[in-house]
């Protein structure tokens, strides 16, 4: 892709990948054919030259932009004087929104079988600006007083690992009835904060405001 796309260009490029993300979400990464999205894109594979460089380009930028879309809406979640209710609310969006793009969900970390380009949270700015939202959600527990001082970004990486671990249970069925799913990643979430410093009854009454916060953004959406 030029450094410097007109905007047209540039108008081009996003329509390409909104033709990309929802063929990917129908069908898997093996139906990113140059080809067959130029095709439906209503252009000559030249295009994805053009625009991205190349497939591998093309699939970089899918990943970053998932990463970006993926923090855009787990940063959309309100704030409230209950920090911890926040920080679990924004950890329901991150479920949530993973669960609702399972196979971009899975390229952006590299686990599609298809790895054209090294998928990691850690070589994309996109997705270390995502790890950020998580890290700031912290930073006001810890300011807050529910837990002990710690390395931010060391008890952020703690919560993405066990959520990722989660999320890509979920999207395989694992625990097949929501409420036991809900009680699954509640209680991993309610025993990492213990585990930080925050009292049981504070932590479950948080749960309680998070669930109920969740459950009204969704009627909302």
């Known amino acids: 892709m030029p450094p410097s796309p007109t905007p ?29 999205l ?13 625009l991205f460089g190349g497939m591998p380009a093309m699939f970089a930028a899918l990943v970053a932009d998932g990463f970006a879309r ?7 979640v309100p704030e409230t004087d209950d920090p911890v209710a926040d920080f679990f609310t924004k950890g329901a969006a991150y479920c ?21 380009v090294r998928a990691s949270l850690a070589h994309f700015p996109e997705g270390r600006a995502g790890l950020e939202v998580m890290v700031r959600a912290l930073d006001r527990v810890q ?17 993405l690992s066990a959520t990722h671990g989660y999320v890509l249970l979920e ?5 097949g009835d929501q409420d036991l799913s809900r009680q699954v990643i509640g209680s991993l979430g309610i025993n990492l904060m213990i585990g930080l ?25």
């Open 8 to 36: 047209a260009q540039a108008q081009q490029r996003a329509r390409l990948l909104e033709v990309a993300r929802r063929r990917l979400e129908d069908a898997g990464p093996d139906a990113l054919q140059a080809r067959s």
């Open 38 to 50: 130029t095709a439906e894109f209503g252009a000559s594979t030249q295009a994805v030259y053009t």
């Open 70 to 76: 993926l923090a855009e809406h787990v940063d959309a």
């Open 96 to 116: 949530d929104w993973a669960l609702a793009h399972p196979q971009l969900y899975r390229l952006m970390f590299g686990l599609s079988g298809h790895r054209p």
């Open 143 to 159: 300011q807050a007083g529910r837990i002990r001082p710690a390395d931010s970004l060391l008890a952020a990486g703690q919560f």
């Open 171 to 175: 999207i395989v069925g694992m625990f």
């Open 197 to 221: 410093g925050d009292r049981p009854k504070a932590a479950m009454r948080s749960l309680g405001s998070a669930a109920a916060a969740r459950d009204a953004l969704s009627a909302s959406a």
